[in-house]
């Protein structure tokens, strides 16, 4: 199955506007790494930035994935990037 990467930013004052939503995403990541569908995901250290590599069938449905996540779908994430990845190693 396809792998992908996600590349996304994080809304200003990210530590206070994530609190509300931040037990929602962490268990829906945990839910989706189970699942395969999540490879590994996390921020950048200066909390600017998201980086992650999804497993999915193609681009339309990691989309979705991150498009149902509370982070994105509340602001936290503010826009995103999604290429498919060949690993080389």
Known sequence: MPKYVLWGSYC????EKRAPYR???LDRLTQLKAM???ITI????????VFGVYEAEDEAA???LI???P?????IWTEY???EWIQAL
């Open 12 to 15: 200003d004052n990210v530590l």
């Open 23 to 25: 037990q929602a995403h």
């Open 36 to 38: 395969g569908a999540v």
């Open 42 to 49: 996390g921020p950048t250290q200066d909390l600017t930035k």
């Open 62 to 64: 990691v989309r979705q």
């Open 67 to 69: 498009e149902e996540d």
């Open 71 to 75: 982070y994105w779908q509340n602001g």
């Open 81 to 83: 990037e999604v290429k």
